[in-house]
């Protein structure tokens, strides 16, 4: 239960933005988005990450007997009720930056670094509170505190560091092609573009290369 009010909760968080940041969010990243796609990919998100922690901690406990250690995969779902929130921000920033920037590695202004840097700061912090010191506290079954709760911080950077890999091949499907596109080469006319050209061609050409290259560049189109 906990888990599907979060899905709620992040619904809420995202549309907050765009209506209470519209300095921010200047290209309305919430319309871009299949929003119940969104919401069962940030479910297969969840388990990803749950089951990255769980593989990770059966390895770390695998001298301590023969159990499954179904407890951290718990967790791991368990925290992502809280998780989902920054992980749903920083994709709508990732949009954002893509529209104005091309990349969504690149900030377009400081006031995005600014935003984007608090957001991931909060969500690593609570990372460690709901599952680094709950892994821990769980490791100290077998290892004493000094070694368990290290390992425990251990085991959730990898976790969060793999996630990522897995999530960047299938969150693109999320975004809708079509409407991204729309924006995108809206941004490109007002800053790049000059003279005759024929938006629906564009857009389309946009669409296509968005679909063809998602597999091995995320969802960064063509420039």
Not at 24 to 42: K, Q
Not at 142 to 171: D, E, H, K
Not at 181 to 208: F, N, P, Q, W
């Amino acid at each position: 239960m906990d888990y599907l009010a979060s899905l709620s909760i992040v619904v809420g968080v995202m549309a907050a933005i765009g209506a209470l940041i519209p300095w921010y969010m200047e290209t309305n990243p919430i319309s871009m988005l299949r929003i119940p796609l969104f919401m069962l990919l940030m479910t297969v998100n969840a388990v990803t990450f749950a089951l990255s922690l769980w593989l990770v901690s059966v390895v770390v406990l695998v001298f301590s007997g023969v159990r499954l250690h179904g407890v951290m995969f718990y967790q791991g779902i368990k925290s992502y009720a809280i998780l989902n929130i920054p992980v749903a921000v920083i994709f709508v920033i990732a949009i954002n930056r893509l529209i104005l920037v091309n990349d969504f590695n690149v900030a377009p202004g400081s006031g995005d670094v600014v935003f984007a840097t608090i957001v991931a700061l909060l969500g690593f912090a609570l990372g460690i509170w709901l599952v680094a010191v709950p892994a821990g506290r769980y490791l100290r079954r077998r290892y004493r505190p000094a070694v368990a709760y290290p390992l425990g911080l251990a085991i959730y950077v990898f976790a969060s560091l793999a996630n990522p890999v897995v999530a960047s091949q299938y969150f693109s499907n999320a975004l809708d092609e079509h409407a991204f596109c729309e924006k995108y080469i809206s941004a490109r006319v007002s800053s790049e573009l000059r003279g005759t050209y024929d938006k629906d061609c564009l857009v389309g050409k946009c669409v296509a290369a968005l679909k063809n290259n998602r597999s091995n560049k995320g969802m960064e189109p063509t420039r």
